[in-house]
């Protein structure tokens, strides 16, 4: 068997190269010896396709499932699914989870039913949970049948709760211990164990009936003397601790400001049920934050960089059939005003500055705005105080910054009152360019729709639009 290789970050990007470099040599070799006309052709074609073939399995043999999610994510479908074949079947289950859920989708599809089975049945609960939205409904069924009463009941415990809550979170391997036994007595049934769940920093202590009484940390047990009791030494004050319903970003904040390492999870009665580890919440603000910067894109959903033209053609139309209407828009607003172009050149070299600064300082301001929702630092009713703070922003940049373009603008066309508009207008358009990065994600908030969906598209159409019609009116009323 091969040894697994030392864990490096740094590493995973050298783990890609040599992987793409086993694969494009064995692409070259096995078509040279194609070509090649020789005694027992197809036999030594057999031999020189296995003997890459093993080299590649050992290469992934010894990468950790992560490391071999990252290498098979940025292969093209074709090599993907050959290096996916390769790797052995007691790992389908902790690489499908490492995956991204695009390309997840494009392994799946190429497994049999029994493959999916037993990658699931290698699974926890929690993690089962966390992967059967993606299997097919007769695969979950028999995996479900498979499990005892107790794995039956955690998983679905485990998929009724929303995506965006504590219990999708909640892991059920954990450690749990009674009051009233010493800290010898704890050692002693710690060493029953071959390994203890991940990210163990503490135990739970709880009574007969599982209701959580306090927790006990590794530090308290290995520094006390082993005759103390645990009900002396455990923590039964500010106890951080969630319910399966709590919302999962105001745990990950929980997490962050306390640097919490595991907590526990508890229903209406106090009763223990699971805990939640610093490894699920940093994994749930990473899909969080890529998903909020392609919903600020206008990408419908995470994209596999390798799908099919159609795929991708249709995770990106909506919003594109938006800014195109957009841009229509924009043009019928140029348009307005042909003639005033027409008899001054130079604003059609000077409005774009205006419409670009305008709608870079509205993706400012709703970049913000959206981080700050995220964490729950804004609510609803802070918006006109919110307003006010950002138009008052707005006007000191639009007097600062429009009065320089103001200033060059008469220096290079010798016109004051070119200057006076263009300063005009950059304010203006700030002053706009604030009140949308503000008021879009709030009032997206309000009505219960993702502050950040399409932001960026809807500040640079308001941006854009506005900007010309603000300076090519401007420039009608007081140049011509």
Known sequence: MTKPEELHPDD?????KEVQDLLARQKVVEDLVHRQDMPRHQLVESLVHKQHEAALRAKLESLHPADIAYVLEALPLTERLYAWDLVKAERDGEILLEVSDA??????ETMAPAELKAAAESLDADELADLAPDLPPEVIEDVFQSLDSEGREQLRAAMSYPEDSVGALMDFDMVTVREDVTLEVVLRYLRLFDELPDHTDKLFVIDRDDHLKGILSLESLLINDPETLVADVMRKEAVISFTPEDEADDAAQAFERYDLVSAPVIDTEKRLIGRVTVAEVVDYIREESEAEILSHAGLREEEDIFASVWDSVKNRWAWLAINLVTAFVASRVIGLFEDSIERLVALAALMPIVAGIGGNSGNQTVTMIVRA?????????????????ELGVALINGLVWGGLLGVLAWWLYGNVELGLVMTGAMTLNLLLAACAGVLVPMVRQRLGADPALGGSVMITALTDSGGFFIFLGLATLILL
């Open 373 to 389: 929702i995220a964490m729950g630092q804004v609510e609803p009713s802070a918006m006109t105080r919110l307003l006010r703070k």
């Open 103 to 108: 390309v997840r989708e494009s392994l799946i």
């Open 12 to 16: 995973v990007q050298h783990h890609l």
